[in-house]
């Protein structure tokens, strides 16, 4: 939901992402941090910058250890496209309060579709 998440991990794995409709297993690489784009950075970059569909799996065989930092936006701060790119690029997602964005998953889940679904403006 945020900006970024910065992702330490051990070399047991565990973190797919979403890729083409597949969940994908991401190899842990010897002191890598992982840079995990979020939903606002799609929401600032008009969708140039495509927010990480990921999850955590668990290893039945081997513990493993992984720390995440979350670089959120502040509550009530609101986001949309950046200026410098609304030239010539028509705005594709909506303006977000994120106070608002964070309370509306807590509160309804995201039903099996993104957040950002919610937030796509139709031609």
């Known amino acids: 939901m945020g900006a970024i998440t910065l992702l330490v991990q051990d070399d047991v794995g565990g973190l797919e992402v979403l890729k083409d ?42 513990a493993r250890l992984s720390v995440a930092t979350f670089y959120d936006p502040s509550s009530p701060g609101r986001y949309s496209l950046l200026p410098t790119r609304q030239r010539g690029f028509p705005c594709a997602l909506q303006r977000v309060v994120y106070g608002d964005y964070v309370s509306s998953w ?3 889940g995201p039903d099996g579709r993104r957040n950002l679904d919610a937030l796509l403006i139709q031609p």
């Open 106 to 108: 807590y509160g309804t």
């Open 21 to 62: 409709g597949e969940w994908v297993l991401v190899e842990p690489l010897k002191d890598a941090i992982v840079v995990i784009l979020s939903d606002q950075m799609e929401i600032i970059s008009n969708g140039q910058y495509i927010s990480a569909q990921h999850r955590a799996t668990v290893n039945t065989n081997c």
